[in-house]
């Protein structure tokens, strides 16, 4: 997925901030913190265009392993059940969230290593077949391309909805 996470992070928050508002944490700082966990796996993008040289997928760093995320979003669960004051686990919670579902969402057209560091065979729903010698533009042709409209709709639908209701 290369446009449905920031739209996939506002979905987030927009459905799960009344469950978080009595902590006390504001919406700008939810929607910051889910809109960050959305697309913090892809931070790895700064290593590859630099000193990785583009020469592995950015698929196959750290910040795209589930475990690491999965122990994060578990270690929030726990804080944000264990914390007094539940503003800042409010906050770490819906970012682990988003990037666990990062995750997930390139698992539909992209690969992720879903037992890494154990093992690092690569899962993904769909097989987007290499044709012009660009992964990026590869996707783009392929019909699963089309599912990035989901999220992107989903958004929009919610952000036009809070719009008329004032």
């Known amino acids: 997925m290369i446009l449905g996470h920031l739209p996939a992070g506002y979905?987030?928050?927009?459905?799960?901030y009344r469950?978080?508002?009595s902590s006390g944490v504001s919406w700008r700082a939810f929607l910051m913190a889910s809109l960050l966990g959305a697309v913090a796996p892809d931070f790895d993008?700064?290593?590859y265009y630099t000193l990785g040289q583009?020469?592995?997928?950015?698929?196959?760093?750290?910040?795209?392993?589930?475990?690491?995320?999965?122990?994060l979003l578990l270690a929030a669960i726990v804080w944000h059940r264990m914390a007094r004051d539940r503003r800042w686990a409010s906050l770490g919670l819906v970012f682990a969230l988003n990037?666990?579902?990062?995750?997930?969402?390139?698992?539909?057209a992209g690969s992720i290593r879903w037992l890494a560091p154990f093992a690092y065979e690569r899962y993904s729903l769909l097989v987007v077949p290499h044709m012009t010698g660009s992964r990026r533009l590869d996707?783009?042709?392929?019909?699963s391309f089309w599912?990035?409209?989901?999220p992107i709709s989903w958004a929009l639908w919610l952000w036009w909805r809070e719009r008329q209701r004032h």
């Not at 996707?139 to 019909?143: K, M, S």
């Not at 599912?147 to 989901?150: A, G, P, Q, S």
Request: hydrophobic residues 50%.
């Open 45 to 47: 993008f700064l290593y």
């Open 147 to 150: 599912l990035e409209l989901i």
């Open 54 to 71: 583009q020469r592995h997928h950015h698929h196959a760093y750290v910040t795209h392993y589930p475990l690491l995320w999965g122990a």
């Open 139 to 143: 996707y783009l042709q392929h019909w």
């Open 19 to 21: 469950r978080f508002a």
């Open 11 to 16: 979905v987030v928050a927009k459905l799960s």
């Open 99 to 108: 990037a666990f579902i990062h995750l997930c969402l390139d698992s539909v």
